[in-house]
Structure formats: C-alpha cells, structure tokens
C-alpha cells in the first residue's frame, strides 16, 4: 500500500472508527455516572418518605381521638403526595440530563 493509499485509508476509515470507540468509551462512563446519581437520589427520597412516615406514625400513636388521627393521616397523605411529585420532578431532570449529556459526549462536544 502506497502511502498516499494508507493516509487515506486512515483518514477514511481509521480516525471516524477511533471517533467513534472514543464517543462510545465516554458515553459509557457517562451512563455509570448518572446511573450512580439517579440510584443515589432514589435512596435519598426514599429515607425521606420513610422518615416522614414513621414521623406520621409516631404523631397518630399519640393522639387524643380519632379525629386527631384522620387529620393526622390527611396531613401525611396530602404532603407525601406533594413529596411523590418533587421527587419524581427531580429524577426525571436528572434522566433529561443524561439524556443530554449523552447526545452531547457522542456528538464530541467537551463538557
């Protein structure tokens, strides 16, 4: 192969497929990373829920009557549904993310 024939080949067919492996290899330590983030804040949302429930618990077991329980219990019911939607907010940014930093580390952007 004549030189002029090999710098075109690795022109051609060489460097786009070293490009390629490169985006690859950097998209994959991408999805370890924000994989790790998303699980990590799922854990965090979940000591939260729980935390938050046993709170409730501990508030109904002592309560004077039953309407002091249901208040209780609404109370609870009303915030984990306002918690319920944060977090779901919060882990669906963190995918869009991803998802955007993906595109960005296959398209060869730096950041």
Same mark, same amino acid.
């Given at each position: @192969? $004549? =030189?002029?024939? *090999? !710098?075109?080949? !690795?022109?051609?067919?060489?460097?786009?497929?070293?490009?390629? %492996?490169?985006? @690859?290899?950097?998209? %994959? %330590?991408?999805?370890?990373? $924000?994989?790790?983030? /998303?699980?990590?804040?799922?854990? =965090? *949302?979940?000591?939260? !829920?729980?935390?938050?429930?046993?709170?409730? @618990?501990?508030?109904?077991? #002592?309560?004077?009557?039953?309407?002091?329980?249901?208040?209780?219990? #609404?109370?609870?019911?009303?915030?984990?549904?306002?918690? !319920?939607? $944060? *977090?779901?907010?919060?882990? #669906?940014?963190?995918?869009?993310?991803? %998802?955007?930093?993906? /595109?960005?580390? @296959?398209?060869?952007?730096? #950041?």
């Amino acid at each position: @192969m $004549t =030189d002029t024939m *090999q !710098n075109a080949f !690795n022109e051609k067919v060489l460097d786009p497929a070293r490009k390629a %492996g490169e985006a @690859m290899r950097d998209a %994959g %330590g991408k999805i370890a990373e $924000t994989g790790s983030t /998303v699980s990590l804040k799922m854990l =965090d *949302q979940a000591e939260t !829920n729980t935390r938050e429930a046993f709170n409730a @618990m501990r508030a109904a077991a #002592g309560a004077k009557d039953l309407s002091e329980v249901m208040k209780i219990q #609404g109370d609870f019911i009303r915030e984990q549904s306002s918690r !319920n939607m $944060t *977090q779901a907010r919060e882990i #669906g940014e963190l995918i869009m993310q991803f %998802g955007r930093d993906t /595109v960005g580390v @296959m398209r060869g952007d730096k #950041g």
